[in-house]
DNA sequence: CTGAAAGCGCTTACAG
DNA sequence: CTGAAAGCGCTTACAG
């Protein structure tokens, strides 16, 4: 019968049932019967009668003696969000295979939570942290993995997207298409990938000979999480600056905000003004029109962060040098951008 | 100077290097100072050391004393992905600012991981267990709320929208607006949600009069994330079945999906055919057009599972009733629905 | 008011 | 091949 699910016994249960000490039955457990030369027939009766009686190792006493926690802590800007959570599906599917659990928890550019919350998972005793888009403040005593942090100091490892590809690959798509007048929207200054990106944009821009009109530039500010503050700082650049035909935005949610205000300002898009966004979330492909946008493969990176992660904890490694992995961005073309409109206001 | 982050001290040794036991630093840190009548130039000691070592208590050793954990799983579909995002949002709203962590894990609908991850997350010691959108197979030993889980069961507690007003809302909106044929996306049959809203449409049908046409019912299969789903099912009751001039989609992705198919074919939203969403995820509101969908309150609900699960692990209660909290959900309406058309195919 | 000691449930030297 | 015993770092009866 389906046996009611009470509490789970003890190793000191289970060994007292079998007969068998302690040491016998964590050693089968933990699959070293043979390494100890267990006898196969003893292993066989262990594994039969912690099934029977749904036995599972207490892995907070676990932890306590091996002073390992099997669980790392995850640290992103906001949970409720298309890049945290594309970038995490990725952690989570490396890290469960290892056996790995891993906390989350969103600082929403707190400072306090910023600096309270690695402590708080270091006294939950994770054995490494991945910061996803986020600036880690102090240095710990465990593994670090940044993602887009683009801090560079000992020991820490960075995931990066190579911003000047990415760069390059938006812009040479709208200089083919013509446009010369180009706007752009740079990230928030708490954003760690704001600055790289946009040494990048200036320098693609150089090589492409592709002018950078200041007062076509504008900044986000709003820390909102949708695409308000994106709409808000396109009616800006609309009113108070000179003309544009193309777009380019700091991300895909600020992509669409930009449609939004472009679209009230009776221009349509692509056709007056084309928009190029960045990341390519989920939304990009379904937006309307489906957004031209530099792809970032998060998901990936969440990957690539999780399996570093492991192999640092695993090896103990603690590089002294900076290390950086970089990743590759691919141009999406979609709808949202077009030749540049003929005889327009150059 | 900012002292090098090395391995914090353990109770022992700040206790010794106080020159007081175990015993009394543990109870000034812990806040039963007082309590215990310690003296205050004491206390003010201890505190004063602990913040100077940077004492904090491992959390794996109190675990194990007190047999508690202070941390709770989540389990849902998919993390990369609106729904589940908007509730743990919510989620860790409530836990965080009581000294909770969680963990989260994804079960993508595949059985072993539905049947494997609460056992794991049992095993780490979890105090309760959140179910996203996900039917828990097993009984367990511990605390369990449900976010639109649908199951009535002992000691289980379910957070659920008002299907019956959400259908309501949705479908009185359209016959308002003169819509008789309406045609219906469902739910995969592995969602939850899936009964329990059917069953709610067909009441509001009757209620309000209007004919649910069999053959402009389809259903969900695929078990992708994104809008491709919708298209294709959006293609199929564009192809082999009647007319229709509305369209009530499962939720806003699949809306989404079926824009698009029905654009493919030619024809626009809202002037030929309304289309109203579910759930109101954050890219409704920028989708073009904006999409009418009826709200839940995601983040809400996900604030509620946690404060209901919190309070269960603090009171001990394991209700022996099942119990429901319902929430309400909100009819948005944007720019995918429109009158009917005149003259239209009935 | 403060402390000595037991014990949470494991793993793992050490011994035979 | 198997076991007795120590100990991970806390909290908390129990004692005084």
Known sequence: MPQRTLKPPSLRELSAALNLSQSTVSRVINGEGDKFRIARKTQERVLQAAA????????????????????????????????????????????????????????????????????????????????????????????????????????????????????????????????????FIKGQVFSSDTNRRWDAIGEAAKELGIAIHPQLVAQLESADAGPGPGTEVTRQLLQSKGPFTALFAFNDVTAMGAILALREAGLRVPKDVSVVGFDDVLAASTYNPPLTTVRQPLRNMGRTAASTLLGMIRDGISHSQPVTITVYPNLVVRKSTAPAPTGAME
């Open 52 to 183: 029977a009686h749904g036995y599972s190792a207490n892995t907070v006493a676990r932890s306590l003696r091996q002073k390992r926690s099997y669980t790392v802590g995850v640290i992103v800007p906001e949970i409720s969000e298309g890049y945290s959570t594309a970038v995490l599906g990725g952690i989570e599917d490396e890290l469960l295979k290892d056996g790995f659990f891993y906390f989350v928890v969103s600082h929403r550019h707190r400072s306090d939570l910023l600096k309270g919350y690695p402590r708080m998972m270091l006294a939950r005793a994770v054995e490494g942290i991945i910061a996803v888009d986020t600036a880690m403040e102090d240095e710990l005593p465990i593994p670090i993995v940044s993602v887009s942090g683009h801090q560079h100091r000992d020991g820490l490892v960075n995931i990066e997207l190579d911003h000047a590809q990415a760069a390059h690959l938006a812009l040479s798509h709208l200089k083919t298409l013509g446009h010369k007048r180009i706007a």
